[in-house]
């Protein structure tokens, strides 16, 4: 191990496991984000991501944010977007976006120099997500479960090349509509049956 | 709303929301009923079952478990089984086996008269789950969630025609590799959006 933070996959879910619903539908499951007094992220959530010392997010969620965010400082450290194409550093109401288009592994490299030794936090999508974990990358999930079934939608975990993924479970919040749930992931030195 | 008790929707998930592994492995889900130590049913949650009314299953479950529960009181309560035949009451280790094959609602007719005012407890498939919270019939869900991605496998609620459901949570208990989680299913009066 060195010395850098946690790689930490930071999501919202629902109870059933999806990161959209139909059509991809974000209306419930981030409804906190937009003022909903019925599902508040906790304080102590909410700080740590802000505490983190890169994030890398996918084009889509890039694409999908640059507007609404317009030139607010969304982010407070510097953003790793996963990209398809090449493109310049672009800096925007504070915050530095660098765009990777060769891969995961190189993305995560950029976001460890750009860290600091703090935690990465991936905030992508089911796909950056499941890519991220089917290689072994994550250290730990932060999972936002909102106290909903969709029924229908995006699964955020599946499917897994690589599963099953034992986890265990560091941490525990409630909060209103929100079940924070932390996990480890528990890496196996040699394969033992879970 | 009578006088009878919740209907509740108890049973198994990875925390991707699987019911079951790829091929319906069940192995590491219910690895807390075969000794697994490091996977442990709160005596809380356990005690709630065994202190409910009736309990109703599906075909399947019980097809599966007649071997394996022998003789011994697996159930020590009227268990009710949804089943495609009729057939005549058994009664097996001090349990009262009763098949219905007239549906669901049947099945909670018959799980309520047994029940005799406390919980019904459903413990069936994903299958046998679904078709309870598509008919509106579910109270509460208490789910183990395991701590594990299982990546692929039977999801335990979807598709769902009747979702999204929005759920209150009502109580949390840790227990070793396995996060109890309750939630009452809220129902809306009128629709309104989630």
Do not use: C
């Amino acid at each position: 191990m060195d010395s850098s933070g946690a790689v930490v996959l930071y999501v919202s879910m629902s109870l059933d496991g999806f990161a959209t619903g139909p059509r991809g539908d974000l209306s419930i499951l981030h409804s906190w984000a937009f003022g909903d007094t019925a599902r508040v992220m906790s304080p102590i959530v909410s700080a740590e991501f802000f505490a983190s010392g890169a994030v890398i997010i996918g084009k889509r969620t890039f694409d999908a944010g640059e507007e609404p965010w317009g030139d607010d400082e969304v982010f407070p450290m510097p953003v790793i977007v996963l990209a398809h194409e090449r493109r310049g550093i672009l800096v925007k109401g504070g915050t530095t976006f660098t765009f990777v288009d060769d891969g995961i592994e190189s993305a995560l490299r950029h976001a460890r120099a750009a860290a600091g030794g703090r935690d990465v936090t991936i905030m992508g999508s089911p796909a950056v997500a499941q890519q991220f974990l089917n290689a072994g990358l994550v250290d730990e999930l932060e999972l936002h479960v909102v106290s909903v079934l969709l029924g229908d939608g995006t699964p955020l975990f599946a499917p897994l090349t690589r599963g099953p993924i034992k986890l265990e479970r560091i941490r525990l919040i409630e909060s209103a509509g929100i079940t924070h749930l932390r996990y480890r992931v528990v890496r196996q030195v040699h394969s033992s049956p879970l």
